[in-house]
């Protein structure tokens, strides 16, 4: 997927696609939209309250009443009480070019596929339709409190720190100017696996939440539980859910020690993944540190 940096080996998925994750959502906004349903944008919900017969949902604009309802906001509801001791957030930091697609013909690079490589903040990547390169990285910016702020649309540091990505996995191309860069934050679970369920408060709202930057490949597959789970349909959809609910384990520490050792972490498996890349043998603390790292949902391992 990448130039011609120092690969040991490498695995090909032939089975596999990419989806832009804007175009995917427009899409399906659009066959939601056709099939009757009523979308309703930029109306943040403020509150969400039940009542015997119904449950009641308020934004700034209007109110709206049901009779089940489903969080599926991601990122942006790890904040709330029930999440918070097991999801974290942090970003996913990407620079793109422009399009250079004489270069990319120069290179070979033309038809190239896009992927990943097997770094804990690993790197991602790939090549747009009209020639653009484009590589991002998971495991930026951390955030306080689970509380999203301006770092998580564009952060100076992280982009840097990828934009030396983008120079180590494509040397052929480091004369080519870094056009745009920005971020997006990730609900990051302790196993690298997200979990579906019901609030202890009201069993009639309903969620998903910790995909671990594995949102878009696992949006299919979540939809079907959820929709179960909304119909209360007893069948292998709902089994599976049950799955994903065992499958949660431990929890995160709270703030400030979620923040603080998160960030004493963080620094401890990029000093570790930087040395490896460098040909160097990692400090033996920045090593054990790393192990504290929560898992992806590629590198998934049980918590005792």
């Known amino acids: 997927m990448f130039g011609k940096g120092p690969y040991l080996a490498g695995v090909v998925e032939d089975r596999v696609t990419r989806a832009q994750p804007a175009m995917l959502a427009r899409g399906l906004r659009r066959v939601a939209i056709n099939m009757g349903v009523d979308v309703f944008e930029q109306s943040p919900v403020e509150h969400i309250s039940g009542e015997p017969d119904r449950l009641t949902v308020r934004t700034r604009e209007g109110v709206i009443t049901a009779d089940r309802v489903v969080l599926a906001a991601n990122a942006w509801m790890a904040h709330l009480p029930e999440f918070r001791p097991y999801v974290m957030v942090i970003s996913s930091d990407i620079v793109i070019t422009d399009p250079i697609p004489d270069l990319l013909e120069q290179h070979g690079f033309r038809n190239r596929p896009g992927g990943h490589n097997s770094r804990l903040m690993l790197n991602y990547g790939g090549i747009t339709p009209d020639g653009r390169v484009y590589v991002g990285r998971g495991g ?18 992280q982009a840097a720190e990828v934009t030396d990505d983008f120079r180590f996995l494509y040397p052929e191309l ?48 979540a939809g079907r539980i959820l929709a179960a789970a909304v119909l209360s349909h007893n069948d292998e959809w709902g089994s599976l859910a049950d799955c994903f609910r065992r499958a949660r384990q431990g929890r995160y ?39 504290l790292a929560p898992a992806t949902i590629s590198d998934f391992r049980k918590r005792p």
């Open 140 to 157: 930026g910016t951390l955030a306080f409190a689970a509380r999203i702020g301006p770092a998580f649309d564009f952060s100076p540091k």
């Open 174 to 221: 480091r004369d080519v100017p870094i056009a745009r860069a920005w971020a997006g934050p990730v609900d990051r679970s302790t196993t690298g696996l997200p979990w579906f369920g019901a609030l202890e408060a009201d069993a009639r709202v309903h969620y998903a939440i910790g995909y671990t930057g594995h949102g878009v490949g696992a949006s299919a597959l």
């Open 253 to 291: 520490p709270p703030e400030p020690l979620r923040y603080v050792a998160g960030r004493i972490v963080r620094a401890s498996v990029a000093r570790k993944e930087r040395a490896e890349r460098d040909g160097r043998t990692p400090w033996r603390i920045d090593k054990s540190l790393a192990r």
